[in-house]
């Protein structure tokens, strides 16, 4: 059976880094586009859908740019998953997974990125800053709506994460992880 791969069209998004600069529906202030606020599906949902059934996966084929940021998405929402414990509160995790999400932003072009060799080269320093800071906010704004998700049993807001989502924390996309 093949991965999941992204299903949303980026036909005009800016591309640095092989990484499509796609309109988000966010409050987290940044360079990313404004997404139409009637919008109700984009990247970050699309990431937090398809992390689970895409990290049993070993092997993933890039079919596109879209596929790219989906990559980095499920890469950080893993790392985010292995720092939040059965116990820890959703104060602790909003305040930990955000720290998490403003330090060290490493982009794809970075050596210490795992998967760098599936991403083309940054043309110069100024892309690379704007894709910091783009990611930067993805990844804001990620930790936002994982807590949400991630802190809900039967339907209803909770304190605890779910065992559900915990059950993740030692699957890794592809054998990889950010750290």
Not at 57 to 78: H, M, T, V, W
Not at 109 to 135: C, H, K, N
Not at 140 to 159: C, F, K, M, N
Request: hydrophobic residues 40%; charged residues 20%.
């Amino acid at each position: 059976m093949p991965a999941y791969h992204s299903t949303l069209p980026h036909p005009d998004a800016r591309v640095i880094n092989g990484i499509p600069l796609v309109p988000l529906v966010t409050k987290v202030r940044g360079p990313a586009p404004y997404a139409d606020p009637t919008l109700t599906y984009d990247a970050i949902s699309e990431a937090i859908d398809l992390f689970r059934p895409n990290s049993l996966f070993k092997n993933f084929e890039i079919k596109g740019n879209g596929d790219r940021l989906l990559i980095y998405a499920i890469l950080f929402i893993s790392q985010c998953l292995s720092k939040l414990r059965a116990n820890t509160s959703v104060a602790e995790a909003t305040k930990s997974l955000h720290s998490l999400a403003v330090t060290n932003v490493v982009i794809p072009a970075d050596p210490s990125f795992p998967l760098q060799q599936m991403y083309p080269p940054v043309a110069d320093r100024g892309e690379a800053d704007q894709l910091r800071q783009y990611l930067s906010q993805l990844r804001q704004e990620i930790v936002l709506r994982l807590v949400a998700t991630v802190y809900v049993a039967d339907g209803q807001p909770s304190q605890f994460p779910s065992k559900w989502w915990l059950s993740f924390q030692k699957r890794h996309f592809m054998g990889k992880s950010m750290k």
